[in-house]
């Protein structure tokens, strides 16, 4: 039964990769069930160690998606991977993870090109956000955004490594049954180093999306 992906994350000079197997698992501990299996394989002692393993409901097609989202190898020798909705952070030596980021809501983040960066919206109500985290997962580095009085804002995406970020008045943002009208008067571009590089605001324009 085929309905699983192997992903190779990294090989090392002696010969050791690190790997994931997700999907339907046909065989070893984890016989009979779907998730993700994170291994290390030991060329010195011709071994695989599982070093975690996450289960999931989630059919095969929607895993395969989901992890393709986001998989990055940063400088800190960690590699961060997308499941469900969190993020996780995988040490190679130590053998252990973390999950760095849990329970984003769809549309309340935003992934770099190059998955390097990812920023996330605190709140569930994606057009109410106060709070934007933005971490770069190459350096482990990250920061927080925070609204003004009487403001919201929302992640928009990455540009060349520097954040963008719309604002929007609460005054003016129109929330109906089925449609939620977002008017953003002002973009944002701020690097790693929190410097704004640029703004954009036109008097009487919204911007709805970029």
Request: glycine fraction near 10%; charge should be negative.
């Amino acid at each position: 039964y085929d309905q699983h992906k192997f992903r190779i994350i990294s090989v090392g000079e002696e010969g050791d990769v690190a790997f994931t197997v997700y999907g339907y698992m046909n065989r070893g501990s984890h016989e009979g069930e779907c998730g993700l299996v994170f291994y290390q394989y030991s060329r010195a002692e011709n071994a695989i160690h599982e070093v975690f393993f996450i289960p999931s409901a989630k059919p095969f097609q929607i895993l395969k998606e989901e992890i393709g989202t986001l998989s990055y190898v940063g400088n800190n020798q960690l590699f961060y991977l997308m499941f469900g909705n969190s993020i996780y952070a995988i040490d190679f030596s130590g053998e252990e993870y973390v999950e760095i980021i849990s329970g984003m809501e769809e549309d309340s983040f935003v992934i770099s090109e190059d998955s390097s960066a990812v920023a996330w919206q605190e709140e569930e109500d994606i057009y109410g956000g106060k709070n934007i985290q933005v971490f770069y997962m190459d350096d482990g580095t990250n920061f927080t955004i925070h609204a003004s009085e009487g403001e919201t804002i929302r992640a928009l995406g990455f540009i060349d490594g520097d954040f963008i970020y719309g604002r929007a008045r609460e005054s003016d943002i129109e929330k109906g049954s089925l449609i939620v009208n977002y008017p953003m008067y002002a973009l944002e571009i701020i690097d790693r180093k929190q410097q704004i590089q640029t703004t954009y605001q036109r008097d009487g324009i919204y911007i709805s999306d970029i």
